[in-house]
């Protein structure tokens, strides 16, 4: 047997034996998170939390040092729930550039980015940004 093998056959036995531990039938980091599952309760909730951040104007800042509570199914959430009302843009870039920043959100508005990155940030001036909600997930 090869080493690949091996080292295939004893992540499903470790899987396996981690889905027992926890009372689990399913892996659910295999999937896309649902509101339901482990993100939040139930549609109301997150009903009540966009409610309140309409009238908030200031940065919102979720933090973990866990890996796989919800942080960024819940920006995703948090987006949806709001791209009736706001452009929405995701940024889920890691260490960009400050060009490359204000490029995405350039791209994501759709008014496109410029050559230097004082041209873009007046094209997203000129834009507006009063209807606009930007979710980072860094």
Do not use: C
Request: charged fraction near 25%; hydrophobic fraction near 35%.
């Amino acid at each position: 047997m090869s080493r690949i093998t091996d080292i295939a056959e004893g992540t499903a036995e470790e899987m396996e034996a981690y889905l027992n531990e926890l009372g689990w039938n399913e892996n659910p980091f295999a999937h896309p998170a649902t509101v339901d599952e482990y993100v939040l309760p139930s549609n109301e909730d997150i009903a009540d939390i966009t409610s309140a951040l309409q009238n908030y104007t200031g940065p919102i800042l979720v933090y973990s040092s866990l890996s796989g509570v919800g942080k960024t199914t819940l920006l995703r959430v948090l987006l949806d729930e709001f791209s009736e009302d706001y452009e929405t843009v995701y940024i889920g870039e890691h260490n960009v550039t400050p060009y490359e920043l204000v490029g995405i959100v350039a791209d994501d508005l759709g008014i496109g980015k410029s050559s230097s990155t004082k041209m873009t940030e007046s094209k997203i001036e000129n834009h507006g940004l009063d209807d606009v909600i930007i979710g980072i997930d860094e």
